[in-house]
């Protein structure tokens, strides 16, 4: 059978695509090379219990707001979604004091400007930033917009010049900046617009599942297939074959060839220009372009099953720093001195049974066993991870005292972990670094030399749930048209 798209890998982005290009009436393959569908929204279990890979909080759900309708359109507002606390939906403990993110810019600004009264007009400024960038989120769909997206100002401004100009409060810079493990912030590289972006659909509203990321990859699964799509695991796509110019066939490590007329890639970029052996249209040089490209750093993620009925869920989601460096204390040595705590919404009852803490864990922390696979790393890995793991426990009793007594089992997991199961270069956790001094070498199209050749995924523009829509949209739009796409944006 000859498909009419074949899509390479099932984490969100492809999922997304597959539904869309599915209930076109296209026929649909996913191709995903692990046994389990869903890249980083996937959930695992141990002992009974499930725990989620990438999927913690998402922002933007509440109605008109910026993930509403296309989430809508997806099938995705049916599932439990649980709106966090509207008057501290995340709250950030630097040194001894907390403060919290209020939903809604008007709030915002109130709550913030209690504790940091001369900077009421700078918040104000700061959130029209926001405000602004957020509505213009899908211009680039408009089918009459005449606007270049990849030339908006905001790429090539840097973040943290703008927070610096904005702020004379060093420590309410900090503060602002400090719920954003969601994002990787790096002072030399990090465009406005990224920043912005990022956290402006936080602040229209946030929400958690009740339940584990599976959820969401159930839900588009199931619909995928009953539009007629097809999904098969343990079917890694070891080649994709060009003839004449265009792709004819994807190539598969369980001995499968199965033919298309479009392909669409949910792998990062690098990893799709390594799958075209040969192409007259894909030359060396856009190659050398996408493997060169920096990435974001990834994470250590340290996941908790918590003995029953000992800790209460907390309806927020809280950051913890020792100290006001929050863009670059992952890269001093020494403990770790910031993480996310993340609380797992319970399905009943008022404990929580999982508890997520993650902090930056920049590659050259695990490069030494950059040639080993999962299960064969050694003992000096596993102290590793048991003393990064430790450290994370002793900062996070600064909010939960005595959380190392309610502890009845621990999972931890490493860039290396994410590379292995993703082919994510370095284990990146928000893919392809965007440079503010040079954007257009840092943000990606959908389209590549080979005419049926998309891409997509949160290396394309922007990361995070937000952006891998966002991007899943642009990639239909060259498959659909503009004007199609620009109706998923819609919820009349």
């Known amino acids: 059978m000859k498909y009419d798209v ?113 900077q009421r007009e700078a918040l104000k400024k700061y959130c029209g930033v926001m405000k602004d960038v957020g509505s213009h989120l899908y211009d680039a769909l408009k089918p009459r917009n005449e606007v270049d997206f990849f030339t908006t100002s905001l790429f090539s401004t840097s973040a943290y010049g703008f927070l610096n100009e904005t702020f004379s409060d060093q420590l309410l810079l900090n503060v602002l900046c400090g719920s954003s493990l969601k994002m990787e912030l790096c002072k030399e590289k990090l465009p406005l617009y990224t920043f912005a972006q990022g956290n402006n659909s936080f602040i229209q509203s946030s929400w958690r599942l009740k339940g584990d990321g599976d959820l969401i990859v159930n839900k588009l699964m199931t619909d995928i297939r009953s539009m007629g799509g097809e999904i098969i695991c343990n079917a890694e796509v070891e080649e994709l074959i060009e003839k004449d110019g265009q792709l004819v066939a994807a190539r598969c490590g369980n001995g499968e060839i199965y033919e298309a007329n479009l392909f669409i890639s949910n792998a990062h970029p690098a990893v799709t220009c390594d799958l075209v052996k040969e192409s007259t249209r894909m030359k060396k040089v856009y190659k050398k372009r996408i493997s060169n490209l920096e990435n974001t750093y990834g994470m250590f993620t340290l996941s908790l099953a918590l003995k029953p009925e000992t800790l209460k869920y907390f309806n927020f989601n809280q950051y913890i720093y020792k100290e006001a460096d929050v863009w670059d204390y992952y890269s001093k040595p020494g403990p770790v001195s910031g993480i996310l705590i993340s609380c797992r919404c319970p399905k009943e009852g008022d404990y929580t049974q999982v508890i997520d803490i993650i902090t930056p864990m920049p590659w050259e922390q695990i490069e030494q066993w950059s040639d080993t696979t999962i299960g064969h790393r050694g003992e000096e890995y596993k102290e590793l991870k048991a003393r990064k793991a430790d450290e994370c426990i002793a900062l996070a009793e600064k909010f939960i005292p005595g959380l190392s007594s309610m502890i009845q089992d621990r999972y931890m997991s490493t860039p290396l972990t994410y590379r292995d199961y993703t082919l994510t270069p370095n284990g990146s956790a928000y893919g392809v670094r965007k440079d503010y001094n040079n954007p257009m070498m840092t943000l990606l199209s959908a389209k590549t030399p080979i005419p049926n050749l998309l891409l997509t995924g949160q290396s394309l523009t922007l990361h995070g749930l937000l952006g891998v829509t966002m991007s899943s949209l642009f990639t239909v739009a060259e498959v659909l048209g503009r004007e199609e796409a620009w109706k998923l944006t819609q919820t009349d």
């Open 6 to 118: 074949i899509i390479i890998g099932s984490g969100l982005g492809g999922l997304e695509c597959g539904y869309i290009l599915a209930k076109k009436g296209m026929s649909v393959l996913i191709l995903e090379r692990q046994i389990q569908p869903g890249g980083c929204m996937q959930s695992y279990k141990r002992k009974g219990v499930a725990f989620d890979t990438g999927m913690h909080y998402v922002g933007g759900l509440g109605e008109g707001d910026c993930l509403y309708a296309p989430f809508k359109n997806l099938g995705l507002m049916d599932l439990p979604w649980q709106r966090l606390d509207p008057s501290g939906f995340d709250r950030v403990t630097i040194g001894d004091r907390t403060f919290s993110y209020a939903e809604g810019h008007e709030a915002f600004v109130e709550t913030l400007s209690h504790d940091f009264p001369s």
